[in-house]
């Protein structure tokens, strides 16, 4: 059974920086991301990275300013994340895909993962 857990979240103040850590148990597939859901919102993706070659999806939203990746050997992945603003207020979740997935799905708005963490509160104020 694969099993993932988030943490690093916290409050931050505005402008401020967090890093959010993943760890996976078992291999939990090839592709692995952050989503988050703010209260009153639907689950959004944030950035998602295919770790057999570190090719990486953000939103649009996060662009420069969010960067994700992973350490092969520990088995983790990582949302380091600057420039926060109240507006990045959420809880924030790690998953990971199947076993088999094609780099272009996983790296793309389309992905939906298999496996999930239980989520991180992170608030900026």
């Known amino acids: 059974h694969v099993q993932l857990v988030e943490s690093g979240g916290g409050s931050v103040q505005d402008g401020g920086s967090l890093k959010l850590s993943c760890a996976v148990s078992g291999y939990g597939g090839p592709c692995r991301g952050w989503f988050r859901q703010a209260p009153g919102k639907e689950r959004e993706t944030v950035a998602i990275i295919y770790i057999l070659d570190n090719s990486t999806y953000y939103a649009d939203s996060v662009k420069g300013r969010f960067t994700i990746s992973q350490d092969s050997a520990m088995n983790t992945v990582y949302l380091e994340m600057d420039s926060l603003s109240p507006e990045d207020t959420a809880v924030y979740y790690c998953?990971?895909?199947?076993?088999?997935?094609?780099?272009?799905?996983?790296?793309?708005?389309?992905?939906?993962?298999?496996?999930w963490g239980q989520g991180t509160q992170v608030t900026v104020s």
């Open positions: 998953a990971s895909s199947p076993p088999y997935i094609a780099r272009s799905i996983c790296t793309s708005a389309r992905f939906s993962p298999k496996f």
